[in-house]
């Protein structure tokens, strides 16, 4: 990578049941100052909808549409599998990029050549953290700041990286036929740590909107299956019962306080998400 030569981004878009988002993203991605990368959308919906954006881009960028059964985990498998790229990365259908992402994720890779994995915060519209709270000091990722130092569309890799760590567990992930909705990426990335070297910088920002903004019943409810995720990836890894314990006692003070202050939607969430926590530990 570097030496003059232009270095290609692999851009794998996972979608269903979504339109304007996808529109917005798309138009956000042909804004890109970098212009050697393609998109492949694994499109898992079981209509057409998505065509006339495929139709209006498919000229401006190098655009593949493959599809999968639903899943998270399963389309990006599929989309792997296609990659042409020196880098990959994982980005959100609901996500959008400033025009200067790919160039800044190329520019890191061409100055850190020992770096394998590159990963980021993600940003809200007002430039705070969204999906989660994020460390504010870069440096290297490991089994313990994981947590805090990635979420998937802000993960970029080297094509090399992709092939040794291999494929995306299918059973966790949103769409997966299981209990487990979330934490697919963060054991994608403690698998990495055994082959490679990843980096987070967290001025290196990805947008994203909040969906914690508000505690609607949708996200109240999905909020055990989330936990369900996160409880699982605690275990699968075998993290140590004092880093379990204050994984569980986190959303269960919360849901005390919140009760406490009669803010009862956000009391059921973190209700939710300790049961959910357990659940998937167990």
Not at 102 to 115: E, G, I, K, T
Not at 117 to 134: E, L, M, P
Not at 239 to 265: D, N, V
């Amino acid at each position: 990578m570097g030496g003059g030569c232009s270095v290609k981004v692999s851009l794998i878009l996972a979608t269903v049941e979504r339109y304007a988002e996808v529109e917005a993203f798309l138009e956000k991605l042909d804004l890109q100052t970098h212009r050697d990368f393609e998109l492949i959308l694994v499109d898992q919906n079981e209509d057409e909808r998505l065509l006339p954006l495929i139709r209006k881009y498919e000229s401006r960028f190098p655009l593949l549409r493959l599809r999968s059964e639903r899943g998270l985990s399963r389309a990006r498998n599929v989309g792997i599998r296609r990659v042409t790229g020196d880098i990959v990365t994982f980005p959100d259908d609901d996500c959008w990029y400033d025009p200067g992402v790919l160039a800044q994720a190329v520019a890191l890779f061409d100055r850190h050549p020992a770096w394998d994995i590159v990963t980021g915060r993600s940003v809200d519209a007002g430039g705070r953290d969204a999906n989660g709270k994020f460390d504010l000091s870069e440096g290297y990722v490991d089994k313990r700041n994981v947590w805090r130092r990635a979420v998937s569309f802000t993960i970029f890799l080297r094509r090399a990286a992709v092939e040794r760590i291999g494929d995306f567990d299918e059973e966790i992930g949103v769409g997966a036929s299981s209990i487990y909705l979330s934490g697919e990426e963060t054991d994608y990335l403690l698998r990495a740590l055994d082959h490679c070297k990843v980096y987070y910088y967290p001025n290196f920002t990805v947008n994203h909107p909040n969906p914690l903004l508000h505690y609607t019943p949708q996200i109240i409810n999905r909020a055990y299956r989330y936990g369900c995720g996160f409880g699982k990836v605690v275990r699968k890894h075998n993290y140590t019962i004092r880093f379990k314990a204050a994984a569980l006692a986190r959303p269960f003070i919360g849901m005390m306080i919140f009760c406490t202050a009669g803010q009862f939607p956000k009391s059921q969430y973190y209700w939710n998400s300790f049961k959910g926590r357990l659940r998937g530990m167990l």
